[in-house]
Every structure is written in structure tokens, then in C-alpha cells.
């Protein structure tokens, strides 16, 4: 891919992140329905790793950590993760630095968060304390 490409495909990229963050600043997923709903609580009634982030990523946005946490600890722990991985990839391919997050793309790292991301999903879905305490707060429809 010739270098144009790539940096155009990065800077679309960047600016389809910030239109999202700021659909999810302005409009808070508890309060509008627009936003898309998880089909597996619909269909099942189990809470999936995912449900609760859109209220979460609302949340943090505004600053709220405590909240945040509260609908989706995975997504507030793993942030900071998926951030520095993100921005050394486009560092890298925008020639900004040497540095290279080979880490992010070691089988045993990526095995690790498959595991991780299971046991939450298994964990949130077990109606006893402290387990329940990972359910998105207030359930999320």
C-alpha cells in the first residue's frame, strides 16, 4: 500500500473515532435508543463481555470512573492497553517512531486476553456476590 493510502486510511480512521466519541460524549446510551442494544441480553438474558461498554465509554467521557466501571470493568481496565497499542501502530506506520508493539501480537498474549475476556464473561453471569458485582450496574437492556 503506497504511503498516500496509508495515511489518508489513518487520518479517516482517526476522524470516524472522533465522531463516535462524540456521539457517545453528547448522547447518553441509558437515556436515547439509538444506540444499538446487545442481542445476546435480548435473546438470553445473559450479560456478554460487551454489554454495559457503550454506557461505560458515556461515562468516562464525562470523567466518571467510578461509573464507568460500575457497567464495564473490562472496557475501563483495558483502555489504557488498547490505547498505547493503537497509537504505537500509527506511529509506526506513520513513521513517527521505530517503536513496534510486537507485544500486542504475541500468541500468548492474545491467548491470555481470549482467557481473561472468557472468565469475565463467565464470572458477570453468576448471580452471587461478588461475581454479580460485574454485571453492568442497573442491567442493561
Known amino acids: 500500500m503506497n504511503t498516500l493510502l496509508r495515511h ?4 479517516l ?3 470516524l473515532v472522533l465522531a463516535v ?3 457517545y ?9 439509538f ?3 446487545c442481542l445476546l441480553r435480548k435473546y438470553t438474558g445473559l450479560y456478554c463481555p460487551g454489554c454495559g461498554a457503550q454506557r461505560a465509554l458515556h461515562q468516562l467521557l464525562h470523567g466518571h470512573i467510578r461509573e464507568a466501571f460500575r457497567y464495564n470493568a473490562l472496557l475501563v481496565l483495558a483502555i489504557p ?3 498505547l497499542g493503537f497509537v504505537l501502530d ?5 513513521r513517527w517512531t521505530t517503536l513496534h508493539p510486537a507485544m500486542y ?7 491470555g486476553i481470549a482467557v481473561l475476556i472468557c472468565l469475565f464473561w463467565i464470572f458477570r453471569n453468576i448471580p452471587l456476590e461478588p461475581f454479580s458485582w460485574l454485571a453492568p450496574a442497573g442491567g442493561v437492556d
Not at 489518508?8 to 487520518?11: K, R, S
Not at 500509527?90 to 506513520?94: E, G, S, T, V, W
Request: proline residues 5%; hydrophobic residues 50%; aromatic residues 18%.
Open 81 to 83: 492497553y488498547v490505547t
Open 35 to 37: 444506540f444499538p442494544a
Open 25 to 33: 460524549y453528547r448522547f447518553n446510551p441509558a437515556e436515547v435508543s
Open 90 to 94: 500509527i506511529a509506526r506506520h506513520l
Open 105 to 111: 501480537r504475541k500468541q500468548s498474549v492474545i491467548l
Open 13 to 15: 480512521a482517526a476522524g
Open 21 to 23: 466519541g462524540f456521539l
Open 8 to 11: 489518508t486510511l489513518y487520518w
